[in-house]
C-alpha cells in the first residue's frame, strides 16, 4: 500500500483568500473604521510635482463641484464627496447594479511644505485638479555667478 504524506493546504487558502480580500477592497474601496460594513470608494489619482507645485489629479465623474469637500490639515490634503442614490432606487430591486453610490473619500500626506493659504482645486470634465504651490524656500532661485 503506497503511503499517502498529508499535506496541509489551509495556509495557502488562508493566504489565497487575504489576497482576494485585498483585490475586492482595491476596487470597491475600504471599509471604514466607524462603520466596518459600509465602503468608501477611493478614486483614481495622480500626484507629481513640478518646480513650482505639487499637483494632485483625480477622476470623480459624476459630480458637481458643489459636491466636493477639499481640506487641508497639516502635512495631509482630503478629498471628499458623496453621491446618493436616486430616491426611486432606494427601494428598488436591482437587476445589475454596477454604478457607485455613497461616500467618496482619498486622502494624501504631502511630502513637501505647500502654501495652504495658495491651494487652488478645480473641477472640469469629471476631474479635480487640487495646485498645492511649494513653500518659498522649496522653490529653485536662480543664483546668478558674478566674475571675478
Known sequence: ????RFRDN???LSDFQTQMNQLFDNFLGQPTAASPMERVWAPLADV???SEEMVISVEMPGFSEKDIRLSV???VIVIQAERPMP???QNA???RRERWFG?????FQLTIPVE??????????GVLTVRLPKAEGLKPREIKIQAG
Open 87 to 89: 430616491p426611486d432606487a
Open 93 to 95: 430591486s436591482f437587476h
Open 1 to 4: 500500500m503506497p503511503i499517502i
Open 48 to 50: 507629481y510635482e513640478t
Open 116 to 125: 495652504t493659504s495658495k491651494v487652488v482645486g478645480t473641477y472640469r470634465d
Open 103 to 107: 461616500r467618496v473619500e482619498r486622502a
Open 73 to 75: 490639515t497639516g502635512d
Open 10 to 12: 489551509s495556509r495557502e
